[in-house]
């Protein structure tokens, strides 16, 4: 059974599967990937597409950073587009509360080298008309943007494969043992896999694995609430969010350059790790509607033509698990994303695959060790 | 014990008939529609000021659809009728409705699903040119507006209303061209035991043929279609392109082309129920699963009319009823005087039989639609070819319809599938080598039609449920 061997062994095919698989094959290591269903269709298929560094945990910046870079050069490292698009990011705030937090968050963000630009009502809404009055101010992240979220996970994939990983896809894991200093996988199709190192990138479902491997962690699972509109012409360049600690007013959207409006948020909807996906809660969309026209007024002139949900996995403190094991050699982990893993999406596959290669990495992720729980 | 709450979901033969049953058992249900007016397509009423009479209109159906209206005329407030009104989603045991800018929760104990159904197109190359129209618009141009879709049209597709609609637009004194059928000579004869389940509606459909042999209109069958073809400014239709014998081109000359295989089920609502569906090999589409009375899978969701079986609008009217008599009886409510399930059950599967007969006197080309040309525009909400969608499964491995819509776009536009689905899943199965059947069926998804944003909910409870 040689051909089931490996140096690594990841578990989960989102896009922090597929991106390690690929930069664990720029490294020069042999790697096979078991997904359940196919590539990238939870959590990393379904999201809002967002490649936002802004209002992220600012520990998280240089992972963000780094990522941000890898973006850029996507098609180039892929051969494939996965609609990229550096458009810009822009918060808007609607109290002179938020207005604070967004200054502050500013200053805090500056030293890791990302530089936000804030502006008053009235000089957002000049460069930006569309803004409803109701904004108050607005900070502006120019080298932001966002991505295809359909596409990115199964071109990282793709592009491993071509470079020689394994992508199994179907493969469901029932069985994790250690054995001989490594790791041996048994899948439902009867197939053994081994590897002397296994990394868990399982998403929603990475705390149940976790905790089957010894180290039970903290995590609830949600179901985020997205929708899209008809195709109008191409208008709104940024990214939208809001700065807000309120729930209900959490909205984010985007347009898409055929003009489609992505937008989700305002609340989430319940998920479960042994049940298919539920559908989008209808009463958050007319809520979402409420917001859309309030951040946008135009808005309120186009129809929606779909929506949908699915799972994210969020760990009770918002910060995911991404590192070595704090308790066995050789197990790595990276998943618990809290509905913000698609930008470091592509950093988290290069440093988890540099983290493996090489013990170490250079891209501080302390903060998001398993070992916090322990 | 406050009252049951039943919603039926369309006003055409099958919620007609549904709806009267409710009432008479002492319910009040609520009927909500998207026509301006009961009758559903079938049946479909002329605007106001409109004055020809139901003969003109409805040929030999004109009494069945003007008992079919004055029974919803005269429901009057035994029902709750909400027309011109989408049901947009089911969520909680609850029927989401908007008309213009007001959106509402309806909760129900029971829903009744009757939604119809609309054409089964191919997209053929030209299929998206002015002057192209679906069989069921064509007739709608006609019964709605008086008006036809050209001055000289061609009828291309398979099925009854092919030859219904060619020998409506003779009588009303359009030119047509030619009637198209791309049913084999010899299916008729397939289909023929078990069609004379129905022998009167089999004269009917006789007759109707002999009416448009009279007229001198060129009927084709065998017909293999090519292209739609358009003018020199490209801008409308000019004809149709069919293959001759020889290999070569035979092009029919027309300024409009009314095209339909047969009818596909609208069946989005009882898929965001939650119902089951089953692949029916007859039709070659998937269908919810329902048993002889109307029950689907989900509970307290009923299915009625051609939205669960394409029957017909008389199979409708008996299959609205059987549903109602189910809702009753499962709501523990004793059935109106005069009501024989046994017989209506009877009666619904001599139509079905007549049903399973069409489908071999009338089969769906799958071969000529796995087999359209690459540059063929296929989803053309989202203007994704044949391709493109190949190409998501031979080049980015999709093995099945959703995943090829989530690579390639196919499906993902405003008729969300509608009309490109059961011929994109031929493409899509074709380009992976396996059954129809495994391509699967694209996930519906809501809203069932495009939902304003405008939309504001008038219910602070519905706001509350989100907290």
């Avoid at chain 1, 941000?68 to 002179?96: K, N």
């Avoid at chain 1, 910060?319 to 913000?340: D, Q, R, T």
Wanted: net charge positive; glycine share 12%.
């Amino acid at each position: 059974m040689s051909e089931n061997r490996a140096d690594v062994l990841i578990l989960g095919g989102g896009l922090m599967g597929a991106a390690t698989a690929f930069f664990l094959r720029q490294r020069g290591l042999s790697v096979i990937l078991l997904e359940r269903r196919l590539v990238g269709q939870q959590a990393s298929g379904i999201n809002f597409g967002n490649v936002r560094r802004q209002g992220r945990f600012l520990p998280q910046l240089p992972l963000a950073n780094r990522s941000r870079a890898i973006w850029g050069r996507l098609p180039e490292l892929l051969g494939e587009d996965v609609e990229f698009l550096p458009s810009g990011h822009l918060r808007v705030a609607y109290t002179p509360e938020a207005v604070a937090t967004m200054e502050s968050y500013r200053d805090g963000a500056r030293p890791y080298g990302l530089d936000l630009e804030l502006l008053s009502g009235n000089a957002v809404r000049d460069r930006f008309p569309w803004l409803s009055p109701e904004v108050m101010a607005g900070s502006y992240s120019p080298h932001d943007g966002h991505a295809n979220p359909r596409l990115a996970a199964p071109a990282f994939a793709r592009a491993a494969r071509r470079a020689g990983a394994r992508i199994e896809e179907g493969a469901e894991v029932l069985h994790i043992e250690h054995e001989g200093g490594g790791y041996r996988l048994d899948t439902a199709d009867g197939r053994v896999w081994r590897a002397p190192v296994l990394q868990v990138s399982a998403g929603a479902w990475g705390g149940r694995i976790a905790a089957r491997l010894g180290e039970p962690v903290p995590m609830v699972v949600r179901g985020p609430q997205m929708g899209v509109t008809e195709a109008v012409p191409y208008a709104l360049l940024p990214v939208l969010g809001v700065t807000t600690k309120e729930i209900r007013e959490v909205l984010y959207l985007r347009q898409v350059k055929r003009g489609n409006i992505v937008f989700g948020g305002t609340g989430h909807g319940p998920a479960e790790l042994d049940a298919p996906p539920h559908r989008a809660n209808p009463d958050i969309t007319l809520h979402q509607f409420t917001q859309l026209r309030r951040m946008v007024p135009a808005l309120g002139a186009l129809r929606i033509i779909r929506t949908w949900s699915g799972i994210e996995g969020y760990m009770h403190d918002e910060i995911p698990v991404m590192g070595p094991s704090a308790k066995w050699p050789g197990l790595f982990y990276a998943f618990g994303f809290c509905g913000a893993g698609f930008q470091i999406g592509p950093g988290v596959g290069d440093v988890m695959a540099e983290l493996i290669a090489t013990g170490s990495t250079t891209t501080p992720i302390e903060p998001f060790h398993i070992g916090r729980f322990a | 014990m406050a009252a049951p709450r039943v919603i039926v979901v369309g006003a055409g033969p099958a919620g007609t008939r549904a709806a009267e049953l409710l009432a008479a058992a002492g319910l009040r249900p609520t009927v909500v529609d998207e026509g301006r007016a009961s009758g559903g397509q079938i049946y479909r009423r002329q605007p106001p000021g409109f004055r020809r009479d139901a003969r003109t209109l409805y040929g030999t159906e004109a009494g069945r659809a003007t008992a079919l209206h004055a029974t919803f005329d005269g429901l009057g407030l035994a029902i709750d009728y909400l027309p011109e009104t989408l049901a947009w989603n089911i969520h909680g045991g609850a029927l989401y409705v908007q008309r213009e800018e007001r959106a509402r929760r309806l909760p129900f104990d029971a829903l009744l699903i009757a939604t119809g159904a609309t054409d089964r197109m191919i997209p053929l190359p030209g299929w998206t040119l002015p002057g192209a129209f679906s069989l069921g618009a064509a007739q709608i141009a006609l019964k709605a507006q008086a008006c036809a879709i050209g001055s000289r049209v061609v009828f291309l597709g398979t099925g009854p209303l092919l030859y219904l609609v060619a020998s409506q637009y003779v009588k009303a004194g359009a030119q047509v061209a030619a009637v198209l059928d791309t049913a084999p000579p010899g299916a008729r004869w397939k289909g023929l035991p078990l069609m004379a389940a129905r022998p009167a509606l089999l004269a009917k459909g006789a007759v109707l043929i002999a009416q448009l042999m009279r007229a001198g209109v060129t009927m084709r069958r065998g017909v293999v279609p090519r292209r739609v073809l358009a003018d020199a400014a490209g801008t409308r239709v000019a004809g149709v392109a069919i293959a001759t014998p020889d290999g070569g081109e035979e092009v029919i000359a027309c300024d409009a082309v009314g095209m339909g295989w047969h009818l596909r089920a609208e069946s989005q609502l009882a898929d965001l129920a939650g119902c089951a569906f089953d692949f029916d090999a007859d039709s070659r589409q998937w269908l919810p699963r329902a048993d002889e009375d109307g029950r689907a899978s989900a509970p307290g969701i009923y299915l009625a009319g051609d939205s669960a079986r394409i029957l017909g609008a008389d199979g409708a009217e008996i299959a609205g009823r059987l549903a109602a008599l189910a809702v009753l009886k499962d709501l523990g409510l004793p059935a109106p005087p005069g009501q024989d399930v046994a017989a209506l059950r009877r009666q619904r599967q001599v139509m079905d039989r007549f049903r399973r007969g069409l489908a071999l006197a009338f089969p769906w080309p799958a071969g000529l639609v796995a087999s359209l040309p690459d540059e063929t525009l296929v989803c053309r909400c989202e203007a994704i070819t044949a391709g493109a969608l190949r190409q998501s499964v031979t080049e980015l491995d999709a093995p099945e319809m959703n995943r090829a819509k989530a690579f390639s776009r196919t499906g993902m536009g405003r008729c969300q599938g509608r009309f490109c689905g059961i011929a994109g899943a031929e493409i899509v199965a074709a380009a992976r080598g396996v059954p129809v059947e495994a391509a699967g069926r694209l996930r519906g998804q809501a809203p069932v039609k495009p939902l304003p944003v405008a939309a504001m909910a008038d219910d602070a409870s519905t706001l509350e449920a989100t907290r």
